[in-house]
């Protein structure tokens, strides 16, 4: 199961940097010039979940590997890319493809760095982004609806419904909101449609190292937006996670943190954020060999569970091994659960819960 996140924004935001430091790496090149990212970077990174750790501390695990979520460097966009500007039909073809966005906003002032409209106004640029997909959204549609008109006319009630549907929904792009605002249609529905506005997007501000705690004024700004909108909201300094990036071993990151009032590292931030934006949750299974967390959505059945690690585990599935992270810690190990009685065997109708962990049987 492999889900994505797209990192957009306007041109010079930070998002190369991000980039690099999000994947430790340095796929992405970083220039204080527009269009330096062409074609979209792909990275993978690590969702670091403490309670993995204590597992596989606690069953002696030699490996411990953690769930990953992937991330995209989208070209920056510019006002007028849903008719082509700039890398426009690049940009809306590859964030076409992600799952969720991370919206990169320019939010700390730095004269020897361009901004593409020379004034640095978070709340500006996030409305430049947002009508660009709002307006490719709305072309989308139109192109459709002489079809869907068409079929309607000949009798076939179930395109019908769905063309008042669109109806409904190009209304509301053309009065400038987002299509995932409209809420009088199911989510299956609204995925069908494929719109690039129906994302799931947070919002992340670009701060100096000495903001990334507070924010500052420019990032206030961006947090009331995003709680006006329901999205998530986060302060970032990419120049600083990519110093951490570049530092080894654990125990020196630790320590570089702590020194701007940090527990985490900003990234480690994003992705669980991320990770919940997409409605996922974690089951474990744990052994001598490897810890490891999967990542299943939200209200999935212990089967569907199964098949996460392997398609034979769900074909044959008979029955899950569960105990739960709470009462794993409590006890100390899978024997003296059993011995606890808190031990559950659960058929594959089960609603896999955040933090379960599981052993499956089955018979292929």
Excluded at 101 to 118: M, Y
Excluded at 167 to 187: D, M, T
Excluded at 295 to 317: C, R, W
Aim: charged fraction near 25%; include cysteine.
């Amino acid at each position: 199961m492999s889900f994505n996140c797209g990192i957009v924004g306007l041109p010079n935001v930070g998002k190369s940097t991000l980039f690099n430091a999000l994947t430790q790496s340095n796929l992405a090149e970083a220039a204080n010039y527009p269009f330096c990212t062409i074609e979209p970077n792909v990275g993978k990174v690590s969702i670091r979940d403490q309670r993995l750790r204590q597992i596989a501390s606690l069953a002696g695990s030699e490996k411990v590997i953690y769930n990953q979520l992937e991330f995209v460097d989208i070209a920056g966009l510019v006002k007028g890319a849903s008719k082509g500007e700039g890398l426009g039909n690049k940009f809306l073809s590859h964030i076409r493809e992600v799952d969720a966005i991370v919206h990169l906003l320019r939010c700390f002032v730095d004269e020897d760095i361009n901004h593409v409209h020379n004034k640095i106004d978070p709340i500006l640029d996030a409305e430049v982004v947002e009508m660009e997909l709002i307006l490719a959204d709305i072309d989308s549609i139109e192109k459709r609806l002489p079809q869907m008109e068409k079929k309607a006319k000949q009798g076939d009630k179930e395109l019908k419904q769905q063309l008042d549907l669109v109806q409904e929904i190009l209304a509301v792009l053309k009065s400038g909101k987002p299509a995932r605002g409209f809420k009088n249609a199911s989510p299956d529905e609204m995925k069908s449609l494929q719109l690039l506005t129906t994302k799931p997007v947070m919002y992340v501000c670009n701060v100096e190292d000495v903001n990334v705690v507070s924010g500052n004024a420019l990032s206030d700004t961006v947090k009331k937006m995003a709680e006006e909108n329901g999205s998530k909201f986060y302060c970032i300094s990419a120049k600083l996670e990519a110093d951490i990036a570049d530092l080894e071993g654990e125990e020196e990151r630790k320590s570089f943190l702590q020194e701007f009032g940090l527990q985490e590292s900003g990234l480690d931030s994003i992705a669980r954020i991320m990770y919940e934006i997409l409605s996922m949750i974690t089951f474990f299974t744990v052994g001598p060999k490897e810890a490891r967390a999967w990542p299943v959505k939200l209200g999935s059945t212990a089967d569907q569970a199964a098949g996460v690690i392997h398609t034979d585990f769900e074909k044959g599935f008979i029955k899950a091994e569960t105990i739960s992270f709470e009462d794993y810690i409590k006890y100390g190990s899978e024997l003296a659960c059993k011995e606890a009685g808190k031990m559950r065997f659960e058929g594959r109708d089960y609603i896999v819960q955040d933090g379960d962990i599981m052993h499956f049987r089955f018979n292929v």
